[in-house]
């Protein structure tokens, strides 16, 4: 769990935390927080110098109250195309957190909402792989579902799935009481490649 919400905080290189801040790798562009009278953030105010370029409404049905690290911005390049896109946290529960997500457009020089982005618990975006990787963490301690994307032109394709769950069946295995599986897009679509039992590190066990 460490390891993903680490890579997590890595992904978003920059907090905000400032009304104002500017915007990595866009000279004299800054963001805020569009606040309501109650102090929710009802959106994020997009500036070029002083003037209001942009005024982006939150991805939520109703403004997000502050409570921190709920109302944070942070910055990341989730679409690998140089070029840095915003994210407010929205969510945060038992290490599972969403934001919304906006992404810079190079040619209309504006924010743009994603709402695929928006829909992932945790997105983790690897510039290795070129990959946006979503993890969601389960009741069970050590359980989680795992979804890694591929960008096809301005859409999100899901190519590998990965979920490590308690198989109810497994008392007295020897700490190998899970049952990780793999699905991979073959053909177009989701198969399962591999189910297999495997102790709480998602090590598969030869029994």
């Known amino acids: 769990m460490f390891d993903v919400v680490s890579a997590l905080l890595l992904s978003l290189s920059l907090f905000l935390q400032e009304p104002g801040a500017t915007i990595p790798g866009l000279p004299n562009w800054s963001?805020?927080?569009?606040?309501?009278?109650?102090?929710r953030?009802?959106?994020?105010?997009?500036?070029?110098?002083q003037q209001l370029a942009q005024t982006l409404d939150v991805c939520t049905e109703e403004p997000v109250a502050r409570a921190d690290p709920v109302g944070t911005m942070a910055t990341a390049?989730?679409?690998?195309?140089g070029f840095f896109d915003l994210a407010l946290?929205?969510?945060?529960?038992?290490?599972?957190q969403r934001f919304c997500v906006w992404l810079f457009d190079s040619q209309t020089r504006q924010f743009e909402a994603?709402?695929?982005?928006?829909?992932?618990?945790?997105?983790?975006?690897?510039?290795?792989?070129?990959?946006v990787v979503s993890t969601t963490f389960l009741r069970c301690t050590y359980c989680y579902e795992r979804q890694e994307f591929r960008w096809s032109g301005k859409q999100l394709e899901l190519i590998r799935e990965q979920s490590l769950t308690m198989d109810p069946?497994?008392?007295?295995?020897?700490?190998?009481?899970?049952?990780?599986?793999?699905?991979?897009?073959?053909?177009?679509?989701?198969?399962?490649?591999?189910?297999?039992?495997?102790n709480s590190f998602g090590t598969r066990c030869p029994y």
């Not at 963001?31 to 102090?39: D, H, R, T, W």
């Not at 390049?77 to 195309?81: A, V």
């Not at 497994?170 to 599986?181: A, M, P, R, Y």
């Not at 897009?185 to 297999?196: A, D, I, P, V, Y």
């Open 114 to 131: 994603s709402s695929q982005l928006s829909q992932l618990t945790n997105p983790v975006a690897d510039p290795k792989t070129r990959t």
């Open 41 to 49: 953030v009802q959106s994020l105010l997009v500036y070029k110098g």
């Open 77 to 81: 390049d989730f679409n690998f195309d």
């Open 169 to 198: 069946l497994s008392v007295g295995t020897g700490g190998c009481q899970f049952i990780l599986t793999v699905k991979e897009r073959k053909n177009g679509e989701m198969q399962e490649t591999s189910r297999e039992r495997a």
């Open 31 to 39: 963001v805020a927080l569009g606040l309501n009278p109650q102090g």
């Open 89 to 96: 946290q929205v969510a945060s529960e038992k290490s599972n």
